[in-house]
Antibody, heavy 118, light 108 residues
Framework: QVQLVQSGAEVKKPGASVRVSCKSSGYTFTSYAIHWVRQAPGQGLEWMAWISPGNGNTKYSQKFQGRVSITRDTSATTTYMELSRLTSEDTAVYFC???????????WGQGTLVAVSS | EIVLTQSPGTLSLSPGERAILSCRASQSVSSSSLAWYQHKPGQAPSLLIYGASSRATGIPDRFSGSGSGTDFTLTISRLEPEDFAVYYCQQYGYSPWTFGQGTKVEIK
């Protein structure tokens, strides 16, 4: 069965960076894109970026351009989202989701809480 | 960027009642690229509807989607206790992908 398992919660200080991982299993890793979405406390869902694990192509939301980097390790079937220059406004739950061509987000990771506090 | 506006913000209903949720886009969205998700606290969102009107695998038929162009609707015909949650529409046809701000369906 398709599973996306994310790394555990993180607490970071302002200005630091955080890396969240998303391990995929149960399907051909290189055949589906991985998207990243976040939800800040009391807010809605916000799309951040995606990566095509097959060729490493990426696309970032303009809001996060220059601060976010999505990478993948095909041998580990794992995708990574790194967000730098953190502020308190980056406190959120971060989700990864699997997406097929022309499809919406059918499978999601369990979410990773990133808390930014001095 | 396509802005999706959902209404109402909150819907207070009783189990067994019908819920009608609206999603309006700032410009025309391909019907094949409009989805609805259910989101419960502490869980990941789950896909309900894709292509504006197709139910995802395992989704009961009390959930239905309709609409085209800039106006889309999610209807829950008879609310079950497990349906009280936040619902988001999303367009996935144009980059950047965007979500509506959500409609909370709460128990009256």
């Amino acid at each position: 069965q398709v599973q996306l398992v994310q790394s555990g919660a993180e607490v970071k200080k302002p200005g630091a960076s955080v890396r969240v991982s998303c391990k995929s299993s149960g399907y051909t890793f290189t055949s589906y894109a991985i998207h990243w979405v976040r939800q800040a406390p009391g807010q809605g869902l916000e799309w951040m970026a995606w990566i095509s694990p097959g060729n490493g192509n990426t696309k970032y939301s303009q809001k996060f351009q220059g601060r976010v980097s999505i990478t993948r390790d095909t041998s580990a079937t794992t995708t990574y989202m790194e967000l730098s220059r953190l502020t308190s406004e980056d406190t959120a739950v971060y989700f990864c989701a699997r997406v097929g061509f022309g499809e919406p987000m059918g499978y999601w990771g369990q979410g990773t809480l990133v808390a930014v506090s001095s | 960027e396509i802005v999706l506006t959902q209404s109402p913000g909150t819907l207070s209903l009783s189990p067994g009642e019908r819920a009608i949720l609206s999603c309006r886009a700032s410009q025309s969205v391909s019907s094949s690229s409009l989805a609805w998700y259910q989101h419960k606290p502490g869980q990941a969102p789950s896909l309900l509807i894709y292509g504006a009107s197709s139910r995802a695998t395992g989704i009961p038929d009390r959930f239905s989607g309709s609409g085209s162009g800039t106006d889309f609707t999610l209807t829950i015909s008879r609310l079950e206790p497990e349906d009280f949650a936040v619902y988001y529409c999303q367009q996935y046809g144009y980059s950047p992908w965007t979500f509506g701000q959500g409609t909370k369906v709460e128990i009256k």
